[in-house]
């Protein structure tokens, strides 16, 4: 494949990327089609991809060097790389009979990344190309507000057990199976009824792994960092979220790491010059700017399919 065929076009239509974004990938996908050797080169790492030869992570050497040598865009060549593949993905949906409407939930992320790369580096294309590996290997989906993957707990040497607050009693054991999710950039408020929809969709498809019914679903996110409590208004959808988990652990950070999440370009400047235009970004920028630390947290919860036990 090394042309703009119908799907991908379609597919770029169905989330209606930016049209400088699609004309951009359009004109790389031309080249391909017509430079012999830049075309030929693409074809033998989509190729390694395609026959399980390489992970993602394994194919940005020789992508960035052929991006390089070509006058292209890292950056760019890796979506064109992604979106190279989406209509095998699509048919491995329909070989494993899964929904149509979770492809699209799931293909989403690529919007929302190409969106983070145009605000953080003015460049259309992705800066996180190994992340998607989950999506095209199977491995995670998209069920309504949020992604989900099958993960094991892994417990620090000598640790004890967690999850003695839930009220059956159940405890979190190294080697525990558990449901982790993430938290994608859609835009979406994390609203009641937006969490809760997510949360059945995916209890819908995931609860014959467990036995008892109850679904132990895990996040791991800044948006867990506990003392958002003390700088941010109660009644705002973080802290609703906060409140579905027990959480385990958490930390405070000297760096701010995921500040590009909330302040995209501007999130390498000094607390005093953080972008005030929104409740959330102002009271993060206070917060910092009195003194305090960024931070994350990881938490859990049993989902019955209709409620959280906590």
């Given at each position: 494949?090394?042309?703009?065929?119908?799907?991908?076009?379609?597919?770029?239509?169905?989330?209606?990327?930016?049209?400088?974004?699609?004309?951009?990938?359009?004109?790389?996908?031309?080249?391909?089609?017509?430079?012999?050797?830049?075309?030929?080169?693409?074809?033998?790492?989509?190729?390694?991809?395609?026959?399980?030869?390489?992970?993602?992570?394994?194919?940005?050497?020789?992508?960035?060097?052929?991006?390089?040598?070509?006058?292209?865009?890292?950056?760019?060549?890796?979506?064109?790389?992604?979106?190279?593949?989406?209509?095998?993905?699509?048919?491995?949906?329909?070989?494993?009979?899964?929904?149509?409407?979770?492809?699209?939930?799931?293909?989403?992320?690529?919007?929302?990344?190409?969106?983070?790369?145009?605000?953080?580096?003015?460049?259309?294309?992705?800066f996180v190309t190994s992340w998607f590996d989950g999506?095209?290997?199977?491995?995670?989906?998209?069920?309504?507000?949020?992604?989900?993957?099958?993960?094991?707990?892994?417990?620090?040497?000598?640790?004890?057990?967690?999850?003695?607050?839930?009220?059956?009693?159940?405890?979190?054991?190294?080697?525990?199976?558990?449901?982790?999710?993430?938290?994608?950039?859609?835009?979406?408020?994390?609203?009641?009824?937006?969490?809760?929809?997510?949360?059945?969709?995916?209890?819908?498809?995931?609860?014959?792994?467990?036995?008892?019914?109850?679904?132990?679903?895990?996040?791991?996110?800044?948006?867990?960092?506990?003392?958002?409590?003390?700088?941010?208004?109660?009644?705002m959808n973080i802290l609703k979220f906060q409140s579905?988990?027990?959480i385990v652990a958490w930390a405070e950070k000297d760096?701010?790491?995921?500040?590009?999440?909330?302040?995209?370009?501007?999130?390498?400047?000094?607390?005093?010059?953080?972008?005030?235009?929104?409740?959330?970004?102002?009271?993060?920028?206070?917060?910092?700017?009195?003194?305090?630390?960024?931070?994350?947290?990881?938490?859990?919860?049993?989902?019955?399919?209709?409620?959280?036990?906590?």
């Amino acid at each position: 494949m090394t042309g703009f065929t119908p799907f991908p076009e379609e597919f770029t239509a169905h989330y209606m990327y930016p049209e400088d974004a699609v004309e951009t990938f359009r004109k790389v996908f031309a080249r391909l089609a017509s430079e012999k050797e830049f075309g030929d080169a693409f074809e033998e790492i989509r190729a390694r991809y395609l026959t399980h030869r390489a992970a993602m992570g394994d194919l940005l050497e020789p992508l960035h060097a052929l991006a390089g040598a070509n006058d292209v865009r890292e950056e760019t060549l890796d979506f064109v790389f992604l979106l190279s593949l989406v209509e095998d993905l699509w048919e491995k949906y329909k070989f494993i009979g899964m929904e149509e409407k979770v492809y699209w939930r799931t293909m989403d992320d690529l919007r929302c990344k190409l969106l983070e790369c145009i605000e953080n580096r003015g460049v259309p294309g992705t800066f996180v190309t190994s992340w998607f590996d989950g999506f095209f290997r199977l491995a995670r989906f998209g069920f309504g507000r949020f992604q989900y993957e099958i993960s094991r707990f892994r417990m620090a040497p000598g640790g004890d057990p967690l999850g003695a607050s839930f009220p059956s009693g159940r405890l979190i054991r190294d080697g525990d199976l558990y449901i982790n999710f993430h938290i994608p950039s859609s835009g979406i408020p994390l609203t009641d009824e937006v969490r809760y929809d997510s949360y059945r969709e995916a209890y819908r498809h995931l609860s014959p792994l467990f036995p008892d019914g109850k679904v132990l679903f895990g996040c791991g996110s800044w948006l867990l960092y506990p003392r958002m409590k003390e700088f941010l208004p109660s009644h705002m959808n973080i802290l609703k979220f906060q409140s579905d988990f027990h959480i385990v652990a958490w930390a405070e950070k000297d760096d701010f790491h995921d500040a590009w999440r909330l302040y995209g370009r501007d999130a390498g400047k000094a607390p005093a010059d953080l972008p005030r235009d929104t409740s959330f970004r102002r009271a993060y920028a206070d917060w910092l700017l009195s003194g305090h630390k960024a931070g994350d947290g990881l938490g859990f919860f049993l989902f019955d399919g209709e409620k959280i036990l906590h």
